[in-house]
C-alpha cells in the first residue's frame, strides 16, 4: 500500500493543502475564535457583575433590616454604585399586598427585585427573591455573603459568644484541591487543568469536523471534475486513498503543532507570567501523547469522510450523508466538557475505551485525573483495530464508488458494494 505512488500522492496533498489560503486562515484563525469566544464569555460576565441593581429588601424584622443593609453598605458593589437598597419593614400578613404595590415596578424594571426576608430565615436561612429575571446569579452572588453574615450575627448575637467567635463562624470554607499520583509528588491544582481540558476538546472537535469536510469536499471535487481518472491512470485506488489520508493528517498534525506551541512554551518556560490557580498541570509526555491519539482520530475520520465522499458526485449530496460522522464526533465533545464533575463513573470510563468516543474523551479525562496506564493502552489498541477495519471497508467503497457517476446511490446499494468486492 505504502510505495513510491502513495508517496507522490502524499506529495500532491501537501503541496496542494499546506499553502492553501484556507489552511493558513484556519491557522490563524482557531486560536482567534478561540481568544475571541473567551474574550466575549469574560465581557458578557463583566458587564453582568457591573449591571445597576435596585433592590427593595422588605421583612418583619427591623434587626434584620439593618444588620443586612448594613453589610451591604461594606460591599463593593454598593460603594461602587453598582447596587443600591431601600429598606421596608411589613409585617407577613401584609406582605402579598406589598408585592402587588411593586409588581409595576418589577414587570417594568424600574426595580431590579425584591428580596423576602422574614424573621423565619434565623432559623431556615430560606430568603425569598421576587423579580421579572429571578435566576440572576450575578446578583446573588454580589447579596447573599452580606445576607448569610447579618443572618449569622443576630443568630449568635444571643449565644454569648466573642466577635471573633462570630467572625469565623461567618467565614466561607475555602477548599484547595490537590492531585494525588501513583508517584509521590503531591501538588496544588487550579483552574488550568479544567480551561486545558475544555481547549484541547475544542480543538479536537474543530479540527477533526475541519480536516474530514475539507477531504470529503476534495474527493467529490476531483471526481465531479474527472480529475480522480487522471490520477487513477498512475496508481490504484487504495494507493490513492491512502495517500490521500496519510496527506491531510500530515498537514493537520502540522496545524496542531503550530496551535499548541504556546502550550509547550507554558509549561516549559517562564516566559508567560500566569497566577498558579490558572497554571496547567500537565507534561510534554501528555502533549505527545495527545498529537499521537490526534493522528489516530485523523487517520479514523478522514478515511470515513472520504469514503462519504467517493460515495457521492456533488457536495449536496454529500452533506446529507456526514450527519453519523458529525454525531461520532459530537456526542464525545458533549461528553468530554461534562468530565470535571464525574470522571470517574462508569459511563466515562466506557466512554474513554469505547471507538471513535474514546479518541475525545480519553484525553480530556487524562488532563483532570490520572488514569490507569492499561486503560490508555487498552484504547489505543481498541482504536487501532477499529481503524483497520475501517480501512478495509473504505477501501472497498472507495475502489467502486470514486468512479461511479451519475444518480445519487441508495445505502443498501453501498452495502452491496461491500459484499460485491
Known amino acids: 500500500m505504502f510505495n513510491r505512488r502513495t508517496l507522490a500522492i502524499i506529495k500532491r496533498e501537501l503541496k496542494t493543502k499546506l499553502f492553501s489560503k484556507s489552511f493558513i486562515i484556519m491557522t490563524l484563525l482557531v486560536p482567534l475564535f478561540m481568544i475571541l469566544v473567551f ?13 445597576k441593581s435596585d433592590l427593595i429588601i422588605i421583612s418583619d424584622s427591623s434587626e434584620i433590616l439593618n444588620k443586612v443593609q448594613n453589610e451591604l453598605f461594606n460591599t463593593e458593589a454598593f460603594k461602587s454604585g453598582d447596587l443600591t437598597s431601600l ?6 400578613s401584609q406582605f402579598e399586598e406589598k408585592l402587588k404595590k411593586h409588581k409595576s415596578d418589577l414587570l417594568n424594571q ?19 427573591y421576587y423579580s421579572y429575571n429571578p435566576n440572576n446569579s450575578a446578583l446573588f452572588y454580589k447579596i447573599k455573603p452580606s445576607i448569610n453574615k447579618a443572618l449569622i450575627e443576630i443568630y449568635f448575637a444571643s449565644k454569648q459568644l466573642t466577635d471573633d467567635e462570630i467572625k469565623f463562624a461567618r467565614k466561607d470554607v475555602d477548599i484547595n484541591g490537590f492531585r494525588i499520583t501513583s508517584d509521590e509528588k503531591v501538588s496544588q491544582e487550579g483552574y488550568g487543568n479544567r480551561i486545558a481540558m475544555v481547549l484541547f476538546s475544542f480543538l479536537l472537535y474543530m479540527a477533526l469536523i475541519f480536516s474530514g469536510s475539507l477531504t470529503m469536499n476534495a474527493v467529490v471535487e476531483e471526481k465531479s471534475n474527472k480529475i480522480v481518472e487522471v490520477l487513477l491512470s498512475s496508481a490504484n485506488s487504495t494507493e490513492l486513498l491512502a495517500g490521500k489520508i496519510l496527506g491531510t493528517v500530515i498537514i493537520e498534525l502540522i496545524q496542531m503543532a503550530i496551535w499548541l506551541s504556546p502550550v509547550i512554551l507554558l509549561i516549559t518556560t517562564s516566559w508567560f507570567m500566569i497566577p498558579p490557580e490558572f497554571m496547567p498541570q500537565m507534561s510534554i509526555g501528555y502533549i505527545l501523547y495527545f498529537l499521537f491519539n490526534y493522528g489516530l482520530a485523523l487517520i479514523t475520520y478522514v478515511a470515513l469522510y472520504a469514503t462519504v465522499g467517493a460515495i457521492f458526485d456533488n457536495p449536496q449530496d454529500a452533506q446529507s450523508g456526514i450527519w453519523p460522522l458529525l454525531m461520532l464526533i459530537m456526542i464525545p465533545f458533549f461528553i468530554a466538557l461534562s468530565l470535571e464533575s464525574n470522571s470517574q463513573t462508569l459511563f466515562i470510563v466506557i466512554a474513554s475505551l469505547f471507538p471513535f468516543s474514546s479518541l475525545i474523551v480519553m484525553p480530556a479525562r487524562m488532563i483532570l485525573i490520572e488514569v490507569p496506564v492499561w486503560q490508555i493502552l487498552l484504547s489505543i489498541i481498541i482504536n487501532v483495530f477499529v481503524l483497520l477495519g475501517i480501512f478495509k471497508l473504505a477501501g472497498k467503497i472507495y475502489r467502486i464508488g470514486i468512479l461511479l457517476t451519475g444518480k445519487k446511490p441508495k445505502w443498501s446499494e453501498v452495502f452491496r458494494w461491500l459484499k460485491a468486492s
Do not use: D, H, Y
Open 110 to 128: 424600574r426595580i431590579t427585585g425584591l428580596v423576602f426576608i422574614p424573621s423565619s430565615a434565623l432559623q431556615s436561612k430560606e430568603v425569598s
Open 87 to 92: 429598606t421596608e419593614k411589613v409585617e407577613l
Open 39 to 51: 474574550s466575549i464569555q469574560f465581557f458578557i460576565q463583566s458587564m453582568a457583575e457591573e449591571q
